[in-house]
C-alpha cells in the first residue's frame, strides 16, 4: 500500500466514512496476492468491544464484513468479490487471561482472544511452563484463524487440528451479538463453528486447552521413493507425536521427519527450527534460479537437488547461541522444535521476493500409497514427454498427515457419505511451488498443475485445505463433500448470519448462499 493510501486510509477510519478504498486486500506475499480483490474499508480493531460494534454497523446497513489476522493465505478467496466489503483486522485484539494449569494437573486452560498468534501464545505459555500440545500449524499466524480455517499440524497420533484444543469460543453473529459455542459433537453448531470458515461470523475469544510444558527431539532420515511409495506408510507416521514426509521427485528421494516427547532431563540443547527464513545472499541465488526455472528445467533440477542437500542437513539453531546444529535428533522445548521461526539474522523468504503458490489435498490414509503412486505417475507421463518436473520450494512437496476429528467441513472428518475409510486419519499432498515474478508470471508448465489437480480430485476421495486452493481447485472438489455436512452447515450459517454479510468466495462456492 502506498504511504498516500495509508494516510487516506486513516482518515477514512477516523471520519468512519467508507466504500471508497477500491483497493485489494493482501495477503502475507503483499503486492500483486490478492486475499479480497477490492474491499471498501480495513479497521484495525482494538478491543472485542470495537468488532463487535464493526460488525453491529455493518450488519444495519447490509454491509459485507470479514475478519483478518495475519492474511496468511494464498489466494483471492477471504472475501466475496464485492468492493463494498470491509475487514476487521485481529491483530491487535490479542489479549491472554485466565490462566489455569494447577501444579501435577494433566491439562488447563487459558482465554485467548481473536488476534493471539501462534509466536505469542507460545511464549506466554514457555514463560508459564506450559505448551499447547500439537495443536499447532505455522507462526505469524492467528489461533482463531487457524480455527476458522480448520487450520492443522501434521499427526496420526495426537490430535493436531487446531479446533481440537478448543473447548468453546465466543464467534460475534451477523447481527453484532456474542453468542458462546462450547465443544459438543451432538450440537450442530459446534460441528460448524469448528471448522466455520468465518461464515458463522467473528471468533473473538476461545477458551484453549494446555499443558504442562516438555521437550521433544526432531528426527529425520533420507528414504528412497520407493520405501515410501509401497511402504507402510501408517506404520512409518502413526507411531510417533507428529511426523511427515517432504517429497524431492526429481531426486526420488523423500526425507522422513518425526518428533516425540523425550524427558525434561535428557539433554540441554535448546534446538530452534526456522521454516521460511532465509539469509539475503541465499535468497539472491535461489531467486535467480528459480526465475530461470521458468524456462529451464535445468534451473529446477539444481534448485532441487541443491534445497534436498540443505534440507538433508538439520535446519535448526541452538537457541542460546543461534550456532547451526549439525546432527540429528536434535532436542528442544516443544513450540521452539515444532515450529520455531526466524533466525534473528534473516527474513521470511517472501520478503526477499521469493513468492509461491500452493495446493493441498486430504486423502484417507488408507489411499496413501496408491495416491503418491498415481502424482508419481503423473511426473513421469510428462517425462514421457521430454519434459522434466521438480519440487521449486526450499523443503519439497510437504506430505502431512491428520487424526481424525469429527465436524462438517474439516479435512479429516469421518463417516461421510463418500464411504471412504477416514477413520484412521488422512494423509495430506501439500505441493508448494514457487512462482515467477517475470513474464506472464506463469509456473514452468503450468498446465500440468491443473490437471493433476484434476486427476486427483476427479479419482480420489479427497477434500481441500480452505486457505491453500484457488477457487477452481474449490470448484472442482466440491462434489467430494458430503452433502449432509454441507446442508447442515448452511442451516447453522442461516441462523447465525441471516443477511450473509460473513459471505466469503469459499462459503459461496459451496453453496452457502444459493
Ligand atoms: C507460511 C504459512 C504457513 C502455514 N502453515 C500451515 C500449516 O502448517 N497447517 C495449516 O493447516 N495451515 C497452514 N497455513 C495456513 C494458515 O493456517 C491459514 O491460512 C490461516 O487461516 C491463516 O490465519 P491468519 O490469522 O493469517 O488469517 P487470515 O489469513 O487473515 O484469514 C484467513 C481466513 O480466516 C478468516 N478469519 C481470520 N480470522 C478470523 C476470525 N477471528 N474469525 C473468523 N474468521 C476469521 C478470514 O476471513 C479468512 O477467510 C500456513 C500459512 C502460511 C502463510
Ligand atoms: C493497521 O495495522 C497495520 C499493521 O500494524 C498497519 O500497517 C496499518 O497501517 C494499520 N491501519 C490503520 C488504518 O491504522
Ligand atoms: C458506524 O457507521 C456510522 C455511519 O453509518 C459511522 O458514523 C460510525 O463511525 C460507524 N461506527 C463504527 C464503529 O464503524
Ligand atoms: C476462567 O476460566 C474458568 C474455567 O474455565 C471459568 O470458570 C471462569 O469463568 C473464567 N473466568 C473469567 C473471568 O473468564
Ligand atoms: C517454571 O518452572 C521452573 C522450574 O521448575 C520454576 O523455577 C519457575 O518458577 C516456574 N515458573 C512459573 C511461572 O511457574
Ligand atoms: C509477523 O507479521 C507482521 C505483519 O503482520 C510482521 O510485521 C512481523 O515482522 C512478523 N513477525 C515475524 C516473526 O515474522
Ligand atoms: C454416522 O452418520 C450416520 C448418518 O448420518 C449417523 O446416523 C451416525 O450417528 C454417524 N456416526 C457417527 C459415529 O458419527
Ligand atoms: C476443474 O475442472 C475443469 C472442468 O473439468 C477443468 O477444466 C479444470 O482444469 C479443473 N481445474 C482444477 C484445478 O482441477
Given at each position: 500500500?502506498?504511504?498516500?493510501?495509508?494516510?487516506?486510509?486513516?482518515?477514512?477510519?477516523?471520519?468512519?466514512?467508507?466504500?471508497?478504498?477500491?483497493?485489494?486486500?493482501?495477503?502475507?506475499?503483499?503486492?500483486?496476492?490478492?486475499?479480497?480483490?477490492?474491499?471498501?474499508?480495513?479497521?484495525?480493531?482494538?478491543?472485542?468491544?470495537?468488532?463487535?460494534?464493526?460488525?453491529?454497523?455493518?450488519?444495519?446497513?447490509?454491509?459485507?464484513?470479514?475478519?483478518?489476522?495475519?492474511?496468511?493465505?494464498?489466494?483471492?478467496?477471504?472475501?466475496?468479490?464485492?468492493?463494498?466489503?470491509?475487514?476487521?483486522?485481529?491483530?491487535?485484539?490479542?489479549?491472554?487471561?485466565?490462566?489455569?494449569?494447577?501444579?501435577?494437573?494433566?491439562?488447563?486452560?487459558?482465554?485467548?482472544?481473536?488476534?493471539?498468534?501462534?509466536?505469542?501464545?507460545?511464549?506466554?505459555?514457555?514463560?508459564?511452563?506450559?505448551?499447547?500440545?500439537?495443536?499447532?500449524?505455522?507462526?505469524?499466524?492467528?489461533?482463531?484463524?487457524?480455527?476458522?480455517?480448520?487450520?492443522?499440524?501434521?499427526?496420526?497420533?495426537?490430535?493436531?487440528?487446531?479446533?481440537?484444543?478448543?473447548?468453546?469460543?465466543?464467534?460475534?453473529?451477523?447481527?453484532?451479538?456474542?453468542?458462546?459455542?462450547?465443544?459438543?459433537?451432538?450440537d450442530d453448531d459446534w460441528l460448524a463453528a469448528s471448522t466455520s470458515l468465518g461464515l458463522l461470523g467473528v471468533i473473538v475469544r476461545m477458551k484453549f486447552k494446555i499443558y504442562p510444558d516438555f521437550k521433544v527431539f526432531a528426527q529425520q532420515k533420507t528414504l528412497d521413493e520407493d520405501d515410501v511409495l509401497n511402504g507402510d506408510?501408517?506404520?512409518?507416521?502413526?507411531?510417533?507425536?507428529?511426523?511427515?514426509?517432504?517429497?524431492?521427485?526429481?531426486?526420488?528421494?523423500?526425507?522422513?521427519?518425526?518428533?516425540?516427547?523425550?524427558?525434561?532431563?535428557?539433554?540441554?540443547?535448546?534446538?530452534?527450527?526456522?521454516?521460511?527464513?532465509?539469509?539475503?545472499?541465499?535468497?539472491?541465488?535461489?531467486?535467480?534460479?528459480?526465475?530461470?526455472?521458468?524456462?529451464?528445467?535445468?534451473?529446477?533440477?539444481f534448485f532441487e537437488t541443491t534445497a534436498f542437500t540443505l534440507w538433508s542437513a538439520p535446519n535448526f539453531r541452538e537457541k542460546t547461541t543461534w550456532q547451526a546444529i549439525l546432527d540429528w535428533p536434535v532436542y528442544g522445548w516443544n513450540y521452539d522444535v515444532l515450529i520455531g521461526g526466524l533466525y534473528p539474522d534473516q527474513k521470511?523468504?517472501?520478503?526477499?521476493?521469493?513468492?509461491?503458490?500452493?495446493?493441498?489435498?486430504?486423502?484417507?490414509?488408507?489411499?496413501?500409497?496408491?495416491?503418491?503412486?498415481?502424482?508419481?505417475?503423473?511426473?513421469?507421463?510428462?517425462?514421457?514427454?521430454?519434459?522434466?518436473?521438480?519440487?521449486?520450494?526450499?523443503?519439497?512437496?510437504?506430505?502431512?498427515?491428520?487424526?481424525?476429528?469429527?465436524?462438517?467441513?474439516?479435512?479429516?472428518?469421518?463417516?461421510?457419505?463418500?464411504?471412504?475409510?477416514?477413520?484412521?486419519?488422512?494423509?495430506?499432498?501439500?505441493?508448494?511451488?514457487?512462482?515467477?515474478?517475470?513474464?506472464?508470471?506463469?509456473?514452468?508448465?503450468?498446465?500440468?498443475?491443473?490437471?493433476?489437480?484434476?486427476?486427483?480430485?476427479?479419482?480420489?476421495?479427497?477434500?481441500?485445505?480452505?486457505?491453500?486452493?484457488?477457487?477452481?481447485?474449490?470448484?472442482?472438489?466440491?462434489?467430494?463433500?458430503?452433502?449432509?455436512?454441507?446442508?447442515?452447515?448452511?442451516?447453522?450459517?442461516?441462523?447465525?448470519?441471516?443477511?450473509?454479510?460473513?459471505?466469503?468466495?469459499?462459503?459461496?462456492?459451496?453453496?452457502?448462499?444459493?
Open positions: 500500500m502506498s504511504t498516500l493510501n495509508r494516510v487516506f486510509l486513516s482518515v477514512l477510519a477516523l471520519t468512519g466514512a467508507g466504500n471508497v478504498l477500491a483497493e485489494p486486500y493482501n495477503t502475507f506475499d503483499g503486492d500483486g496476492f490478492p486475499a479480497c480483490n477490492d474491499v471498501a474499508l480495513v479497521h484495525n480493531a482494538t478491543s472485542v468491544d470495537d468488532i463487535v460494534a464493526y460488525v453491529k454497523n455493518a450488519s444495519a446497513s447490509n454491509t459485507p464484513i470479514r475478519a483478518s489476522g495475519k492474511g496468511h493465505m494464498w489466494y483471492d478467496t477471504m472475501c466475496s468479490d464485492n468492493p463494498e466489503t470491509i475487514i476487521v483486522r485481529t491483530e491487535f485484539v490479542n489479549k491472554i487471561e485466565n490462566f489455569s494449569l494447577p501444579e501435577g494437573a494433566e491439562s488447563g486452560t487459558v482465554d485467548i482472544e481473536a488476534g493471539v498468534t501462534f509466536l505469542q501464545f507460545s511464549d506466554y505459555l514457555h514463560s508459564n511452563n506450559a505448551s499447547m500440545g500439537y495443536t499447532l500449524v505455522n507462526w505469524n499466524i492467528t489461533m482463531a484463524g487457524a480455527v476458522a480455517m480448520g487450520g492443522h499440524r501434521s499427526a496420526i497420533r495426537e490430535d493436531s487440528m487446531v479446533a481440537a484444543g478448543v473447548l468453546s469460543m465466543d464467534i460475534v453473529n451477523g447481527n453484532g451479538d456474542i453468542v458462546t459455542i462450547v465443544r459438543d459433537d451432538n506408510i501408517y506404520g512409518m507416521i502413526a507411531p510417533y507425536a507428529t511426523a511427515n514426509f517432504w517429497w524431492w521427485p526429481y531426486m526420488r528421494k523423500f526425507h522422513w521427519r518425526y518428533y516425540d516427547e523425550v524427558p525434561l532431563t535428557l539433554s540441554d540443547q535448546q534446538g530452534f527450527q526456522n521454516t521460511f527464513s532465509i539469509s539475503d545472499a541465499e535468497a539472491t541465488v535461489a531467486k535467480a534460479t528459480l526465475e530461470s526455472g521458468k524456462y529451464l528445467a535445468t534451473s529446477n533440477m521470511p523468504e517472501w520478503e526477499e521476493g521469493l513468492h509461491g503458490m500452493t495446493l493441498e489435498l486430504a486423502f484417507p490414509i488408507t489411499q496413501a500409497n496408491a495416491m503418491l503412486k498415481r502424482v508419481r505417475q503423473a511426473f513421469d507421463d510428462e517425462l514421457a514427454k521430454g519434459i522434466v518436473m521438480t519440487s521449486t520450494y526450499r523443503s519439497g512437496i510437504n506430505i502431512k498427515f491428520g487424526k481424525p476429528f469429527y465436524n462438517f467441513l474439516g479435512q479429516v472428518t469421518y463417516n461421510t457419505s463418500d464411504g471412504a475409510d477416514w477413520s484412521k486419519g488422512a494423509i495430506m499432498f501439500d505441493f508448494p511451488t514457487f512462482k515467477p515474478m517475470i513474464g506472464d508470471g506463469k509456473r514452468f508448465n503450468e498446465d500440468f498443475y491443473p490437471r493433476l489437480t484434476k486427476a486427483l480430485i476427479d479419482e480420489f476421495p479427497c477434500r481441500p485445505h480452505w486457505t491453500k486452493n484457488n477457487r477452481d481447485v474449490f470448484a472442482n472438489a466440491t462434489k467430494n463433500l458430503d452433502p449432509s455436512h454441507l446442508a447442515r452447515f448452511k442451516a447453522v450459517r442461516e441462523k447465525f448470519d441471516p443477511q450473509g454479510i460473513f459471505k466469503s468466495i469459499v462459503g459461496e462456492i459451496l453453496g452457502m448462499y444459493d
